[in-house]
């Protein structure tokens, strides 16, 4: 697996990701070629070398040429990214890194998201840095983002909203839950934008993964430069790219979670909306008894998807059932590895589920439904045919 080790052993900023996947490797003309794509106006891309503390990096500057005329509401950003043919990866994640932005600043600002406006200068280096960042991250064929403690600064630093403490409160609302370092150095270390590509799209510390006895193989390792210079601290980041080999078992993907409590809907209708998700690919449909408010029974129903899914999803919970609201809760799912094939057995010609388990042993289960069918053909009940098909699977 190809990953990219995020070491933030200063801080990080979106212009600092993308010029140190630059210099780990992603190409710089294909990210100018992929920019166009936005169909964006007024501005140029440059990258340069920079010395810091003896070490050479690339600085990777948004140069400004005249002053846009963009709506910049979330919506209307969302709206340029959707527009555009930039492949289905970046505009996801590119949509998800600016969602967890605008759900920080709404909060701060006590306003609806919707309301949420980037500045129009502002909001060009905001969407080519968190656009550029997701196009070198396909670029580089990276498949997870590990990383150390986000470093964050103290003081105060001037903003577009006025004089703010540091950390800036969008910074610290966006790593809410994310393992931080506090410094002495009174500088914005982590930006906004840095901080929502870190929270967005890393696995977590890399540091903390249990590799199970896998090994890392450093590939490239690539440098970006802050635009300031700090004199307690070189002011870069860097990124390592690696081929993790996890000799584990298993594997980790990160899921969407949503889920609704419903309590005046006719319960004829569940089983109807359950097929619908499962139709357009949801992982997993349930529900369950819950007792809510003012003690009147109640259905949690809960749905496992894919990011991709999600407006497909909330579009079938809003128009099949009752619910007035929904829960997002992005989750990380750790499922075994498992292969369907059929084997001949005492009964028949059957499928199996071989299921990997840790030290490469190898569970078989034969499919309910193959299970149901001979119990019925053999006039057996169905306990006795399950018990015998797994002692022949796994003796």
């Known amino acids: 697996m190809k990953a990219a080790l995020f070491d933030i052993f200063t801080g990080i900023a979106g212009d600092m990701t993308i010029a140190a996947l630059i210099d780990a490797g992603a190409d710089f003309e294909n990210l100018k070629q992929q920019i166009s794509k936005l169909g964006l106006e007024g501005f140029s ?14 600085k990777f500057d948004v140069i400004i040429h005249h002053k846009p005329h963009y709506h910049t509401h979330l919506s209307d950003i969302y709206n340029i990214i959707d527009n555009s043919q930039l492949s289905e990866f970046v505009r996801i994640n590119a949509k998800r890194i600016f969602e967890c932005i605008g759900f920080a600043e709404a909060k701060i600002h006590n306003i609806p998201i919707e309301k949420i406006h980037f500045h129009e ?17 396909e670029n580089l064929g990276i498949q997870k983002i590990y990383t150390t403690p986000v470093r964050l600064g103290k003081g105060l630093i001037k903003t577009q909203h006025g004089v703010m403490p540091n950390p800036a409160p969008a910074t610290l609302e966006i790593l809410k839950d994310y393992p931080v370092e506090f410094t002495d150095v009174n500088f914005e270390l982590t930006t906004p934008t840095g901080a929502a590509i870190v929270k967005t799209l890393s696995s977590g510390l890399y540091r903390n993964r249990d590799l199970s006895g896998g090994k890392i193989n450093i590939q490239n390792i690539g440098f970006g430069s802050g635009t300031f210079d700090i004199p ?23 899921l969407i979670q949503v889920e609704t ?31 809510m408010k003012k003690g009147r029974p109640g259905i949690l129903l809960s749905v496992l998807i894919e990011e991709s899914l999600l407006d497909k999803t909330l579009e079938i919970i ?14 990380e799912r750790h499922k075994l590895e498992r ?10 010609r059957i499928r199996v589920k071989a299921i990997k388990l840790a030290d490469s042993k190898v569970k078989y289960v ?7 069918k001979i119990a019925l053909a053999e006039g057996q009940p169905l306990n006795t045919i399950y018990r015998q098909l797994m002692w022949e699977l796994n003796v």
């Not at 099949?320 to 809760?329: D, H, K």
């Not at 034969?366 to 149901?372: A, H, L, R, S, V």
């Open 261 to 291: 409590n419903i309590d005046d809907m006719n319960p004829q209708v569940y089983p109807y909306v359950m097929d619908k998700l499962f139709e357009i690919g949801a992982r997993d449909v349930y529900y369950q008894n819950v007792v």
């Open 232 to 254: 307690e601290l070189p002011n870069l980041f860097r990124v390592i790219i690696c081929e993790i080999d996890e000799s584990g078992f298993g594997d980790t993907e990160k």
């Open 121 to 137: 200068v502002g909001a060009i280096d905001s969407i080519v840095d968190i656009v550029g960042a997701c196009i070198c991250i």
């Open 339 to 348: 292969e369907i094939f059929e084997v001949d057995s005492s009964l028949g």
């Open 366 to 372: 034969p499919e309910f439904e193959d299970c149901k």
């Open 45 to 58: 891309l440059e990258l340069s070398s920079k010395q810091r503390s003896q070490i050479s990096a690339k």
């Open 318 to 331: 809003y128009s099949e059932t009752t619910t007035i609201g929904i829960r997002i809760n992005r989750i």
